[in-house]
């Protein structure tokens, strides 16, 4: 079983859906992170967060540190959102990330 | 603004040439990172650096050697390339934290197939 899942692996909207994806993880984390990775390949970094609630612009993260669980929301989606959005979390004493096997997200027009 | 440069988006190379991918990045970060990404199987670590000549085995470091002779290079080194290894290569830096939380920032990657 992965350290951390993610679920689900491939999402379709139509422009203009509420988009939520998930990532729970088994092991002790110091950071939660959220990455985005176009075609082409480059992954920047969305957010990182250790508790609560950030958001920037129409994405909203959440993570639920008793549950061992986040979510990445996206409202309003739009084509341009089409992507792969990893989660991947930082464990104590590591600058390491373990990595989540991503979700495809595909917003159609 | 971080930048991360991988030397080639796309590689082809032939079953037992020795491979170099090279990583450069801009921000004088300590730690440095080599990942390899394939369908289904995320992103795994390869090799890990965290100071010049310092390097750590990440979860997948078998067939690969790594160089770090100068802080802001760290170079994957494929000694005898097959065809497991054709993948999507990643370089990403991130600054030494003092809790260990700090983003890595990464390069476009190197899609490398391996004939």
């Known amino acids: 079983k992965n350290e951390v899942e993610q679920s689900p692996q491939n999402l379709t909207a139509q422009e203009g859906e509420f988009i939520t994806i998930n990532c729970s993880y088994s092991?002790?984390?110091?950071?939660l992170h959220w990455l985005q990775q176009h075609p082409g390949g480059g992954i920047v970094s969305l957010f990182m967060l250790s508790s609560g609630k950030k958001k920037h612009g129409r994405l909203i993260a959440t993570i639920n540190i008793q549950e061992k669980h986040s979510s990445l929301h996206i409202t309003a989606s739009h084509p341009r959102d089409s992507a792969v959005y990893i989660c991947?979390?930082?464990?104590?004493?590591?600058?390491?990330?373990?990595f989540g096997t991503g979700t495809r997200l595909q917003v159609f027009p | 603004d971080v930048k991360v440069t991988q030397s080639s988006r796309y590689l082809v190379k032939r079953t037992g040439e020795k491979v170099f991918l090279e990583c450069v990045q801009d921000m004088d970060h300590e730690n440095m990172f080599w990942y390899r990404q394939d369908p289904g199987l995320g992103l795994r670590l390869i090799y890990f650096s965290y100071d010049v000549k310092m390097k750590e085995k990440g979860d997948i470091p078998e067939g690969y050697s790594v160089s770090r002779e100068k802080k802001e290079r760290f170079s994957l080194i494929l000694e005898s390339a097959s065809t497991n290894q054709t993948s999507m290569y990643l370089c990403?830096?991130?600054?030494?934290?003092?809790?260990?939380?700090?983003?890595?920032?990464f390069g476009a990657g190197t899609r490398l197939s391996v004939l």
């Open positions: 991947a979390v930082t464990t104590y004493n590591t600058d390491k990330l373990i």
């Open positions: 092991v002790g984390i110091s950071a």
């Open positions: 990403a830096s991130s600054p030494l934290s003092e809790i260990a939380k700090n983003i890595q920032y």
